[in-house]
């Protein structure tokens, strides 16, 4: 059974970072297409970020050059760095995978950039 525990999130002020962590168990981090994706009140979910097996990574324009997408293979772990927040970056975040032809998430981690 894959599970995906987030956490992370909290309350940081305009220009701040955070880093969120996604715990995998029931799967090979390592060897899976992980993905970080977020929703704000109102708005649909989206692609935040996402990092495959190959360490090919992506992001959404609006993140590019402050997020940071990453694993630990050890820990079975993979990180969302956030650098200079802004208050559109808030929004519950979430951990994603597919695999054996279903997708996982996690239950999600609250973000708020507020002064």
């Known amino acids: 059974q894959v599970q995906l525990v987030e956490s992370g999130g909290g309350l940081v002020q305009p220009g701040g970072s955070l880093r969120l962590s996604c715990a995998a168990s029931g799967i090979i981090l390592s060897s899976s297409t992980m993905g970080w994706y977020r929703q704000a009140p109102g708005k649909q979910r989206e692609l935040v970020s996402l990092?495959?097996?190959?360490?090919?990574?992506t992001y959404v324009d609006s993140v590019k050059g402050r997020f940071t997408i990453s694993r630990d293979g050890v820990k079975n772990t993979v990180y969302l760095q956030m650098n200079s927040l802004k208050p559109e970056d808030t929004a519950v975040y979430y951990c994603?995978?597919?695999?054996?032809?279903?997708?996982?998430w996690g239950q999600g981690t609250q973000v708020i950039v507020s002064s």
């Open positions: 990092i495959t097996s190959s360490d090919y990574t």
């Open positions: 994603n995978t597919f695999e054996g032809g279903q997708t996982y």
